[in-house]
């Protein structure tokens, strides 16, 4: 049988800003109980009382904050360079069967270019070409007979280089994303390979998501 502890439970887990704030103890308990109340009553299916609720949240032990875990401060602190590249176009394309045989014509061009900025992702149904701006009319040309879901001029890359045991880490990208939600930066885009990550943003976000990056590594 379902708890009022075990509601809290569920939605703190849904709600991981939730959670760390009381994990740091800066958080109004009477006030986040009264917000509870509605959805934990219709959970249980009966009235519930915001003293009940209070007193799950005060139980409630969160896991050990991500932050304070030494293999997470090592590999925060052991972050290598930011990379910014601006002037970056993105090309969303359907899949098809002549899409790869099209993008090895854009490759060649790339490949006697070494300074422009190149990113390939193929999903299910869709592709997408991120590439240095000037290159723009050429990939138009050679993909002119795809079929385009969108395009996106204007945009900037930001690139963090990550330790080589970044992938055994547990929620390393989280610290990343919740400094970019909290100032406010939308992301259009991201990239990863194992010891990379970028983060597409357009132009008016670049500087704000570049100060927002430097946080986390400081």
Same mark, same amino acid.
């Given at each position: ?54 007193? !799950? ?123 970019? !939600? ?37």
């Amino acid at each position: 049988m379902k708890t009022v502890s075990n509601c809290v439970e569920d939605i703190l887990i849904t709600q991981p800003y939730l959670e760390e704030a009381l994990s740091r103890n800066i958080i109004n308990f009477s006030a986040l109980a009264l917000e509870l109340v509605e959805p934990i009553s219709k959970m249980l299916k009966k009235d519930v009382k915001p003293g009940a609720i209070m007193m !799950a949240l005060r139980r409630y032990n969160p896991p050990v904050s991500l932050g304070n875990s030494i293999k997470m401060k090592r590999v925060i602190q052991n972050l290598g360079d930011i990379t910014v590249r601006s002037n970056l176009t993105d090309f969303t394309v359907k899949n098809s069967t002549t899409l790869i045989d099209n993008h090895a014509k854009i490759l060649e061009r790339i490949n006697k270019e070494e300074k422009l900025f190149y990113a390939f992702t193929r999903g299910i149904h869709e592709s997408n070409i991120v590439v240095s701006s000037s290159l723009k009319d050429f990939v138009n040309t050679h993909l002119e007979n795809e079929i385009f879901i969108a395009i996106q001029e204007n945009l900037s890359a930001i690139s963090i280089n990550l330790p080589q045991d970044n992938s055994k880490i547990a929620g390393l990208y989280y610290h990343f994303f919740k400094r970019l !939600a909290w100032e406010g930066i939308v992301l259009y885009e991201v990239l990863s390979t194992t010891n990379e990550f970028t983060i597409l943003v357009e132009d008016e976000f670049v500087d704000k998501a570049f100060a927002a990056i430097k946080r986390v590594k400081s």
